[in-house]
């Protein structure tokens, strides 16, 4: 048994300003060794992102009390019997633990993993429980604004020991999340035209990877002015401010649509938005997580008439042990300069402030250092 701080979730839906609310509060507890299976990380960084701040907010709600975060890379401390892993290796945590087993993971999908998912929303871990003390619950799986975490290995990605925590960690979801739904879920070619809706750290992963795959006309949609100009310098080749004409400017600049499109904000209205903006032809993607009480509303012709696919990517649609390596490489070949993605450092003590510049866009991606 060990002890570490983590930011716990005791309420949610807080209101705004979080430095002052105070929804997360850091608290000593006690970590139980790692089970079969499992592993004892300490965590070097974590990233801050927006389906941490939906269960802050409450739109998506979880077992409270929860130790929060999923974002993120460390070192492994203690392999418990039967982990694929050894002390000393570095790892990057994703945020679906696959089995291996299940139709969706047998299928080579394992973001689809159904013990995963239930685990997931429950608040425990693969193999059943807990390991943080005073009922403490796993946020999907990882817990990582927390010094030291259990997790299973199957949420670990073993990666080299020279890149950076801080840029490591981004490739946990951000980065699989945005680089995959265009590389995977929209099968993005240099033939194609692209926009993005929503550029935070998953939309700009996005913009980068269409980047990388040539595609010549790139269209980046957002309601803040520095994340417009941002993607200006990332590649894109237009910039729009969000708002009820987006859609037709994005028609505009692209001749008539374009024909991938990208959608990160989970914001339904912005959804609707994005298949407007999509060609005849086309492919919309969605990554973004709304509320799930909130529900799409169509032209239901235009998906057979004009042959359009409205698709739902989760986790990018990728197999992290294939991705995050093919990812990281892209990186270090400079084709996916993600660390330009990373706004602001933070200590575990900035948590609730950090979630402030979260919540008002003020951040791109912002991360927990250790």
């Not at 892993?85 to 945590?93: I, S, T």
């Not at 909130?294 to 008439?305: F, I, M, Q, T």
């Not at 993600?338 to 008002?360: K, P």
């Amino acid at each position: 048994m060990i002890t570490t701080r983590a930011a716990v979730l005791v309420e949610s839906g807080r209101p705004a300003p979080y430095a002052e609310s105070r929804p997360l509060e850091i608290r000593e507890l006690t970590l139980a060794p790692p089970g079969p299976g499992e592993l004892l990380v300490r965590v070097g960084a974590a990233g801050l992102c927006h389906s941490d701040l939906s269960v802050i907010n409450g739109s998506r709600p979880r077992p409270l009390p929860m130790a929060l975060g999923h974002e993120a890379a460390g070192e492994v401390v203690e392999a418990g019997q039967g982990a694929e892993f050894a002390p000393g290796d570095h790892v990057v945590l994703t945020f679906v633990p696959a089995c291996g087993d299940c139709p969706g993971c047998a299928s080579g999908r394992p973001a689809l993993c159904g013990p995963g998912a239930a685990a997931n929303r429950e608040g425990v871990l693969l193999g059943g429980g807990r390991r943080l003390s005073g009922g403490v619950g796993h946020h999907l799986g990882v817990s990582a604004f927390s010094d030291h975490i259990v997790v299973s290995g199957r949420s670990a990605v073993r990666i080299d020991r020279d890149l950076p925590f801080e840029i490591a960690a981004l490739f946990g979801c951000a980065v699989l999340t945005g680089a995959g739904a265009v590389f995977h879920s929209a099968a993005v070619t240099p033939r194609d035209s692209v926009a993005v809706f929503g550029l935070g750290g998953v939309g700009l992963s996005a913009l980068l990877a269409a980047r990388a795959a040539g595609v010549a006309t790139l269209v980046a949609v957002d309601v803040v002015p520095h994340k417009l100009a941002l993607a200006r310098e990332l590649g894109a080749t237009h910039v729009i401010e969000g708002g009820p004409e987006a859609a037709e400017e994005v028609r505009e600049a692209t001749g008539g649509g374009a024909n991938k499109v990208i959608e990160t904000t989970g914001v339904v209205p912005v959804l609707a938005q994005a298949y407007a903006a999509t060609a005849p032809g086309g492919t919309t993607v969605t990554v973004g997580l709304p509320d799930p009480g909130r529900e799409l509303s169509l032209p239901a012709l235009s998906l057979v008439a004009e042959e359009r696919t409205l698709r739902g990517s989760y986790l990018g649609s990728c197999v992290p042990r294939r991705d995050v390596p093919r990812f990281i490489g892209m990186y270090r070949a400079q084709a996916l300069p993600v660390d330009r993605l990373l706004s602001d450092r933070l200590a575990l003590d900035d948590v609730n402030a950090g979630f402030d510049r979260l919540h008002t866009g003020a951040a791109v991606r912002q991360v927990i250092v250790f």
